[in-house]
Nanobody
Framework: QVRLVESGGGLVQPGGSLRLSCEAS????????IGWFRQAPGKEREGVVC????????YYIDSVKGRFTIARDKAKNTVYLQMNSLKPEDTAVYLC?????????????WGQGTQVTVSS
């Protein structure tokens, strides 16, 4: 019933920008937190940022602070990840996930991911 669909990935030069979208169905952002994760070849999946269902409180990993921004549009049931000043190290499959607790603690449903490639 819960479904998340990512979009907006692509190939971008270092220093460029992309905006990823996570469209949600089967639940509402009124109650669920959404996290963005990424997985690069040969590396474990890592959390990038999460926005909880209480006042939009956010949590970013250090490597993206000041460059990435998460935002939600409850009317559209969509969460965005604005990615600026992209680096080759940001290359990965980016996935969004839902935490029905609303507290960025336990992720129950996942999207299929969208590829982000940063290369000159």
């Amino acid at each position: 019933q819960v479904r998340l669909v990512e979009s907006g990935g692509g190939l971008v030069q270092p220093g460029g920008s992309l905006r990823l979208s996570c469209e949600a169905s089967g639940f509402t952002l009124e109650y669920s937190a959404i996290g963005w994760f990424r997985q690069a070849p040969g590396k474990e999946r890592e959390g990038v940022v999460c926005i909880n269902s209480s006042d939009g409180i956010t949590y970013y990993i250090d490597s993206v602070k000041g460059r990435f921004t998460i935002a939600r549009d409850k009317a559209k049931n969509t969460v965005y990840l604005q990615m600026n000043s992209l680096k080759p190290e940001d290359t990965a499959v980016y996935l969004c996930a839902e935490d029905e607790t609303g507290w960025c603690r336990e992720y129950d449903s996942w999207g299929q991911g969208t590829q982000v490639t940063v290369s000159s």
